[in-house]
């Protein structure tokens, strides 16, 4: 049987996401619509339609203001501001759809882990379990000063922060309630058998939570676990906890390298490889011919604003390239360390295909990235995501999409129906949760590999 890819509609619920400057084509109406339920329940059916398994909420908690050390480029052209809570249209989205996923972006840096563990509870009864959670640490300087913090928590320490925080996570969702502690006993007058919910009593370095879990088990328990991280601390972090495991990369023998080292991590930590699914990144323009799909590019490439994509890369990789432009531009671009994020800085430099000048790197930022984007007609499209899909190893993408929804439009009339008929994305959905949809172990909780299984008292175990 042919591997079917897995495609998430990469998503955030503000006025732009990464489709820098673009708010001013004439086909876009997110900037307009996205606090308007109706477009995001207009969305969810249209996802449906084109057999999406999950929308992919991204989010942010500050403004970018590394670039020119100034928020004024990010929010002239709304890059990823303004920005409400991807949470709220979730319920609005599910109630229209039946098999659509939703996977939510919540930091464990910022949020209390028994909060955001009754906030996924909520969302994975309302949904009927089809709810994901993308784990993030979280790397902008705003957001440290948006809580209370002068700076930034260093990087490493921000996983570790993690590492606990979803250890709680698992003892609020596994181990809390047993199975069948409601047991809505008319004649006793007993609703919550009480013998059957427990405290935690957590006592960490960084959370100290008694409990118990506010919320009675939702289908899932523990929601479908996403992360992405490039480096080496975040691919360890994704090999011990993640389901499904963004990678970047510029080619797919790059994606390819940390596909497998993931895997490998994983493995030995006691967990089956197979129990993870890697996703990488797709932005695809495609026209009713080569003609027409080179045409929207140079629009696009037209509009494009250089100084959003500058502000977006400084905020996630910590460069503020404004001090790279006027001199030493014949100078490598070297990769350095930073607490902000890995992976922009990785693209340009040790993950880029050959080594770049400074000018070359900037250049990059200027307009779209030929190099990073699949222009063409239906077919060529077809064609440069079969080649990427095998080659890379991935189990499938988030899409971009630079005009919304005109771009998602597009893709699903005139690219899935090629990729159907080779047999390389679904013609129908898997039934259960969403677990159960993208894994073939046939669960919709977590395997016995897992390490959140490790907590559960009382609960059906998954032996896979």
Request: with cysteine; hydrophobic share 35%.
């Amino acid at each position: 049987m042919t591997k079917e890819i897995i495609l998430n509609a990469f998503e955030m619920t503000s006025a732009m996401h990464n489709s820098h400057g673009l708010w001013k084509h004439a086909d876009s109406k997110r900037h307009r619509l996205y606090k308007d339920l109706e477009y995001w329940i207009g969305l969810a059916k249209l996802l449906e339609k084109g057999k999406f398994d999950a929308v992919f909420f991204a989010d942010v908690l500050g403004v970018y203001d590394t670039f020119k050390k100034s928020k004024e480029p990010s929010i002239r052209d709304g890059l990823q501001f303004p920005v409400n809570d991807g949470a709220f249209v979730i319920p609005a989205m599910a109630s229209v759809t039946k098999h659509l996923g939703f996977a939510l972006t919540v930091s464990t840096t910022y949020e209390s882990p028994f909060g955001n563990a009754r906030r996924f509870s909520t969302l994975d009864h309302l949904t009927k379990g089809r709810v994901a959670w993308n784990v993030v640490t979280s790397y902008l300087p705003n957001a440290a000063r948006n809580f209370g913090l002068k700076d930034m928590i260093k990087h490493d320490k921000r996983y570790d922060i993690a590492d606990e925080y979803l250890d709680v996570s698992y003892k609020l969702w596994e181990a809390s309630w047993e199975d069948g502690a409601v047991i809505e006993d008319h004649a006793s007058g007993v609703l919550v058998d009480s013998s059957k919910v427990h405290e935690i009593n957590h006592s960490g370095e960084y959370f100290d939570v008694e409990g118990p879990h506010l919320s009675e088990p939702s289908l899932q328990r523990t929601p479908v676990i996403y992360q992405a991280g490039t480096s080496p601390r975040g691919r360890e972090f994704a090999a011990k906890h993640a389901e499904c495991v963004f990678v970047g990369g510029p080619t797919p023998e790059r994606i390819r390298h940390y596909t497998e080292d993931i895997r490998e991590r994983a493995a030995s930590y006691g967990r089956n490889p197979e129990h993870i699914k890697i996703f990488s990144f797709l932005t695809v323009i495609v026209g009713k011919t080569t003609e027409e799909a080179e045409e929207k590019f140079a629009e696009l490439n037209r509009l494009w604003s250089a100084d959003s994509a500058k502000a977006q890369f400084g905020g996630a990789s910590g460069y503020d390239l404004a001090e790279y432009e006027n001199d030493q531009l014949d100078d490598p671009f070297e990769f350095k360390k930073t607490e902000h994020g890995h992976y922009k800085a990785a693209s340009l430099t040790k993950d880029a295909s050959k080594k770049l000048s400074v000018k070359e790197a900037l250049a990059r930022l200027e307009g779209l990235d030929r190099e990073t984007i699949i222009v063409g007609n239906p077919t060529e499209v077809a064609d440069a995501i079969q080649y990427q899909f095998e080659a890379s190893g991935v189990d499938g993408f988030n899409l971009n999409h630079l005009v919304t929804p005109a771009s998602l439009i597009e893709f699903i009339e005139l690219v899935v129906p090629i990729l159907q008929e080779r047999g390389l994305y679904k013609t129908e959905y898997k039934d259960g949760a969403l677990r159960e949809k993208l894994f073939e172990h046939g669960s919709p909780v977590l395997t016995s590999d897992h390490p959140g299984s490790k907590h559960r008292k009382g609960v059906h175990s998954v032996n896979r």
